[in-house]
C-alpha cells in the first residue's frame, strides 16, 4: 500500500437497523440478487436463483463444504448454579476445546460445569489468549451425538431472533463438521439451483474453511493495517485443487461462493495463482491494494459496515463502487447480514 494509511471509517455506511435479516427465509434460492460489475460500476437487480445466468460454461464454482457445529452450550457452574454460556471454538485434543466463556470472571481455572442436567459436564483447565477458556469435557457415549442434544446454532450477535430450523444455517451441502458461524453466501443454493448450474457446463469444486467467530470480531483499529485477523483451519483436496487449476488454464473464470471460499483459494494459491492441494491455518487479511490470484467473481452476501468483509469485497471491486452498490442496496430496501440477499461481484 506504498505506507498509505487505511481508514476503518473509509468503510463505514449507515444501515438502517430493520435492514438487518432476522429469520432465513422459507425458499433458499427466493432471495434477491444485486449483481455489480466491477469494471463500471453499473447495478443490476435480480432473484437468487438466476445466478444460473451469470455463470457460464467452463466457469468452476468453488464452494466451502464446512458444517457449523451446534457450538453454543448453555449450562450452570455447579458449586454455585450460577448461569454460564460456553461457546466452542477450536477443537485441542479429543475432549479438549478452546472455548468462550461468559461470564469469564466466575469460571477460573478448576472451575466445574454441567449442561443438561450433568448429561455433559466439563472442567476449566486454563485460560489462554484473548480470555479464552481451556476446558475439557467429560461425557458418556458419542461427542457428536451429546452436542447435538444439548447445543444451540450460535448464531451472530445481530441475530436476535431464534432459529426454528437448525437446518437453515447449514448449506445444503455442508459436509465436514467444524464451524462456528456458517459460509452464509452459500445458504441461498438448493440441490436442485447447483443440479441447473452443473448442467450448464459449470465445474464445482469444494474446498474447507472452518469459520471462527473471529468473522464477527469488529475491527478496532482506526489504521485497518492494524487489526490482526483471527486464525481459521482450511483444507483443499487434490481434485479441487485440480479442478481450479485446470478451469484457469482453459481460460474459465473461478466463481468463489462467499468470502471464505475467497479466502481459501487465495491462502493456497502461489504467486502464479496455482492453487496447492494441502491444509493448514490461515489469517490472510485482504483490503484495498490486494493482487487476487485465483479468484475472478464473487457470489458473497451484504456486511456489516467496517468490517474485514467489506474491506474483502472492496479489494475485488474498489471502495467507492461497492459503497455505491450498498447504498443501492439500502435504497431497494435490501435485507443484510447472514440470513440476507447476495451480491455477484464480477
Keep these: ?54 455463470l457460464r460454461a467452463g466457469d468452476c464454482l468453488v464452494l466451502n463444504n464446512t458444517k457449523v457445529i451446534p457450538a453454543r452450550l448453555l449450562g450452570v457452574k455447579e458449586d454455585t448454579g450460577a448461569h454460564v454460556e460456553v461457546l466452542l471454538l477450536k477443537r485441542r485434543e479429543a475432549d479438549v476445546w478452546e472455548t468462550l466463556v461468559k461470564p469469564g470472571k466466575k469460571c477460573r481455572p478448576g472451575a466445574v460445569l454441567s449442561f443438561g442436567d450433568g448429561l455433559l459436564r466439563a472442567q476449566v ?9 481451556l476446558v475439557r469435557f467429560l461425557y458418556q457415549g458419542i461427542w457428536e451425538e451429546v452436542l447435538d442434544r444439548l447445543g444451540e446454532m450460535p ?110 483459494v487465495e491462502s493456497a494459491a502461489d504467486e502464479r495463482g496455482k492453487v496447492h492441494a494441502g491444509s493448514g491455518n490461515t489469517e490472510i487479511f485482504i483490503y484495498p491494494g490486494y493482487h487476487f490470484k485465483v479468484l475472478d467473481a464473487l457470489i458473497t452476501n451484504f456486511h456489516l459496515p467496517e468490517s474485514t468483509l467489506v474491506m474483502l469485497v472492496s479489494a475485488l471491486a474498489g471502495r467507492e463502487r461497492v459503497l455505491a452498490a450498498y447504498q443501492e442496496a439500502v435504497r431497494e430496501r435490501y435485507r443484510f447480514f447472514s440470513f440476507g440477499d447476495a451480491m455477484l461481484i464480477q
Design 125 to 133: 483447565l486454563e485460560t489462554v489468549e484473548e480470555g479464552n477458556r
Design 155 to 264: 448464531l451472530p450477535p445481530y441475530i436476535t431472533h431464534k432459529l426454528r430450523d437448525r437446518n437453515r444455517y447449514q448449506t445444503v451441502y455442508a459436509r465436514y463438521e467444524g464451524s462456528a458461524a456458517a459460509p452464509t453466501a452459500g445458504l441461498h443454493f438448493t440441490g436442485e439451483l447447483l443440479e441447473q448450474i452443473q448442467a450448464k457446463g459449470v465445474t464445482l469444486a469444494y474446498v474447507t474453511l472452518h469459520v471462527g467467530l473471529g468473522t464477527f470480531r469488529p475491527v478496532k483499529e482506526e489504521n485497518v493495517l492494524d487489526h490482526h485477523m483471527h486464525s481459521e483451519y482450511y483444507q483443499i483436496s487434490e481434485e479441487a485443487a485440480e479442478k481450479i487449476n485446470g478451469t484457469k488454464q482453459a481460460g474459465g473464470r473461478i466463481v468463489c461462493v462467499g468470502t471464505t471460499s475467497c479466502r481459501t
Design 1 to 54: 500500500m506504498n505506507g498509505m494509511i487505511l481508514k476503518k471509517s473509509d468503510f463505514y455506511f449507515d444501515l438502517p437497523q430493520e435492514l438487518i435479516a432476522q429469520d432465513p427465509l422459507e425458499d433458499r434460492s427466493a432471495s434477491r440478487l444485486l449483481v455489480l460489475d466491477r469494471d463500471t460500476g453499473a447495478v443490476s437487480h435480480h432473484v437468487f436463483r438466476e445466478i444460473a445466468d451469470y
